[in-house]
């Protein structure tokens, strides 16, 4: 693990993330990095305490201002795309910080995150969350994600937590040569998990899973 490592924060929890964990092998996610680091995150710290028995329950969960915390599955999925097979990326740009959930994992595998989100009251309380469970290399931004975050472009890699119909631009010009973007695109209840790699001015796209991630919504709140 690389900057921070959430390990020892709730420890009494790790028996049902393995639980989980199991469940994500089953389903299909194979990257050891990412597994050991779902294993070692304390899932229930980042939903309503009403909720946390049922924070390692494969399932997406909600948490306030119509928002949803993603499916285990889907972060360990979006976050081995991301990864790839080599070495990580090193500055990664993610759109949607939401509970911070996707960003604490994130932030154990590569040197530095790049949160944008454009809730005000969720982007608050998520920067003192990762504060409190000691995570420090993330970076916070309140603002649209549409646009990036131009100040610290280009990423090695993005990852967008909340879909558009097509992918935006901004986001493809801030992407590093070498770079990769995991996004959903498409209609408002069902996308398709979306991979492209920039060489050059070259963009390689691959198709992965139907989702159905919450719309990536224009301006702040
Ligand atoms: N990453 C979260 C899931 C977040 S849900 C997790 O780990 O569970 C998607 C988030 O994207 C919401 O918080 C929503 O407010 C945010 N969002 C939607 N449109 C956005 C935009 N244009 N810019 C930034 N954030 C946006």
């Not at 499916?71 to 090193?90: D, H, I, K, R, W």
Request: charged fraction near 20%; aromatic fraction near 4%.
């Amino acid at each position: 693990m690389k900057k921070a490592s959430l390990a020892g924060i709730g420890m009494t929890s790790l028996r049902t993330r393995q639980r989980l964990v199991q469940r994500l092998r089953e389903k299909g996610i194979t990257d050891n990095r990412v597994l050991a680091v779902i294993e070692s995150t304390p899932r229930h710290l980042f939903v309503d305490e009403a909720l946390g028995s049922r924070a390692y329950e494969d399932t997406a969960l909600p948490i306030g201002h119509n928002q949803t915390i993603s499916q285990p599955y889907l972060v360990a999925l979006m976050t081995s795309l991301l990864l790839g097979e080599g070495t990580p990326p090193a500055r990664v740009l993610e759109i949607g910080t939401g509970c911070g959930y996707q960003t604490a994992v994130l932030a154990q595998l590569v040197d530095t995150v790049y949160t944008v989100e454009r809730i005000a009251a969720l982007q608050r309380q998520t920067t003192v969350r990762l504060f409190q469970l000691r995570v420090r290399n993330v970076r916070f931004h309140l603002g649209d994600g549409l646009l990036g975050w131009p100040e610290h472009a280009p990423y090695d890699g993005i990852l967008v937590t909340a879909a558009p119909p097509e992918i935006p631009e901004p986001l493809l010009a801030q992407l590093a040569d070498g770079g990769r973007m995991v996004i959903p695109v498409g209609a408002r209840n069902l996308q398709r998990l979306t991979v492209v790699t920039r060489s050059g001015e070259q963009l390689e796209v691959t198709q992965h899973d139907e989702v159905n991630f919450v719309p990536l919504l224009r301006g702040t709140d």
